[in-house]
């Protein structure tokens, strides 16, 4: 907190989805004022940055016990480092790919996840023309050695690029050999029981996209709207 006495991280208590959900965003604004060289910023100004109010930067930092100080405001590298420790990107994260098509070989090519922590270790595939390249050095293996690779590597994240008729076989494959975390592209939802400790970030960008088309014709239906005349005005 920035402003009275500095309170400790309170370790126990529960953070919201919807803070945790934030917290990508300060982390990123948080690195690039470090390149800028900034040492420390004021609740005002990082909500000013970051287009939010200083009130819900300061109830949300808050939720972590705070970093900032009285008249001094955030130590940037301390809330950086304390954020990426609690986003669990302060440790390495092997990562695989299965489905080594056009996405799963787009998002091996982009360097940025190793620089976060996430190192790719390996893509799999069932085309015999694919198996055998690699990507970036990263090797393309045969989706049948996936079970032997997951034994002999210590992988926690398993990314899907594969059609949907393929996601749940495959899903079931690798929880079976006790991957936790998937990163799913394939569009279907993969399902979790509520006692499994599973966790499935879904990324659908033809959703984002959607939101984005509905917001720009639901701007354009509202001008309609307003250039209409009222009935009973109409001269
Ligand atoms: P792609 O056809 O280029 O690649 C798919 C790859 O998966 C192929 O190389 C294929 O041989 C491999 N494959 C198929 N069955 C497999 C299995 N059982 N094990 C391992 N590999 C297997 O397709 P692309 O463009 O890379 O898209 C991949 C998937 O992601 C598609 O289902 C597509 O609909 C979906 N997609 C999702 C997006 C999202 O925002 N969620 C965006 C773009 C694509």
Aim: proline share 3%; charged share 30%; hydrophobic share 35%.
């Amino acid at each position: 907190m920035e402003k009275g006495t500095e309170k400790k991280p309170e370790k126990e208590k529960k953070i919201s989805a919807a803070v945790i959900g934030r917290l990508p965003r300060y982390y990123r604004y948080l690195g690039e004022l470090i390149e800028e060289g900034t040492e420390r910023i004021s609740s005002r100004d990082l909500a000013k940055r970051m287009k939010v109010t200083a009130s819900q930067i300061r109830q949300d930092l808050n939720n972590f016990g705070g970093f900032g100080q009285q008249g001094y405001g955030y130590n940037v590298r301390s809330l950086y480092s304390e954020i990426g420790k609690l986003l669990g990107i302060d440790q390495q994260h092997n990562v695989i790919i299965i489905g080594a098509g056009r996405l799963g070989q787009a998002l091996a090519n982009y360097a940025n996840f190793a620089k976060r922590g996430f190192v790719i270790k390996a893509l799999f595939d069932v085309n015999p023309d694919l198996i055998g390249n690699t990507v970036k050095g990263i090797p393309i293996l045969d989706v049948a050695e996936l079970e032997d690779f997951l034994k002999k590597n210590e992988i926690q994240i398993a990314t899907l690029t594969i059609p949907k008729t393929q996601a749940m076989e495959v899903f079931g494959r690798l929880k079976a050999c006790g991957i936790r975390a998937f990163w799913n592209f394939a569009h279907t939802d993969l399902p979790v029981a509520d006692h499994e400790k599973i966790f499935v970030e879904n990324v659908h960008l033809s959703e984002s996209l959607m939101r984005l088309s509905y917001r720009v014709y639901e701007a354009g239906r509202s001008v309609e709207k307003e250039k209409k005349p009222a009935k009973g005005k109409e001269e």
